[in-house]
């Protein structure tokens, strides 16, 4: 950690015992979660935006929508999980939270489901960290429940770096999801529906503005 980095961190506060307890689940049992600095800016742009209605694509075990339901306590937020195992532990972080009544978490394949607890409802916010090689499928599919100007939010565009790669250099059986991932980045950033941002904090974090 440089000197700045000590600096920055010396504001910050310490953490809730419940969130390191997540944070330590996940680094355990390999559940990716949004990096620290990622998820603080995350929040920070969602306070900023004041979202009454959000959805996230991909709860993994809650942990996003716990720290966003915390963040913005008036907000109402529904995730969608297709993992049954990561499904269950984030049902019971969310009930442990007290959140449960602010967070609807729905058990569904995101790509397949055509729910009425999902779709009858439009969205200000929406927020997709599941698998990555579909981003562009789950952009087309939801975008249509975001309301003007609202904003949709991408996690892990850098995919660790492996974006960086040649294709060559690249593990093969990643190939086709870091293929489809950068396709999805130019085609986003390229979209004259959108405002659209790539910022180089956590793991990368796409911003896109309906207009």
Not at 4 to 31: G, T
Not at 64 to 80: G, N, Q, Y
Not at 105 to 127: G, H, K, P, V
Request: a negative charge; aromatic letters at 10%.
């Amino acid at each position: 950690m440089n000197n700045y980095m000590k600096y920055v961190a010396s504001f910050v506060e310490e953490k809730d015992p419940f969130i390191v307890e997540m944070e330590k689940f996940a680094e355990e049992r390999h559940v990716p979660i949004m990096e620290s600095d990622g998820i603080d800016l995350f929040i920070s742009l969602l306070r900023l935006q004041n979202p009454e209605r959000i959805l996230e694509i991909g709860s993994a075990i809650g942990y996003s929508a716990i720290r966003i339901a915390r963040a913005l306590p008036k907000a109402s937020i529904v995730t969608i999980e297709r993992d049954n195992e990561r499904y269950m532990k984030a049902v019971d972080y969310i009930t442990r939270s007290g959140l449960d009544q602010q967070i609807t978490i729905i058990e569904a394949d995101a790509l397949l489901t055509e729910s009425d607890e999902i779709f009858s409802n439009t969205y200000d916010a929406l927020f997709i960290d599941a698998a990555k090689g579909q981003y562009k499928r789950f952009f087309e599919k939801y975008a249509v429940t975001l309301n003007t100007g609202g904003v949709i939010y991408c996690d892990n565009m850098f995919m660790h770096g492996i974006v960086l790669l040649d294709d060559k250099d690249i593990p093969r059986r990643n190939r086709t999801m870091t293929r489809n991932l950068k396709e999805f980045t130019e085609w986003i950033m390229n979209n004259p529906a959108y405002e659209t941002s790539l910022l180089s904090v956590g793991d990368g974090l796409l911003i896109a503005i309906k207009k």
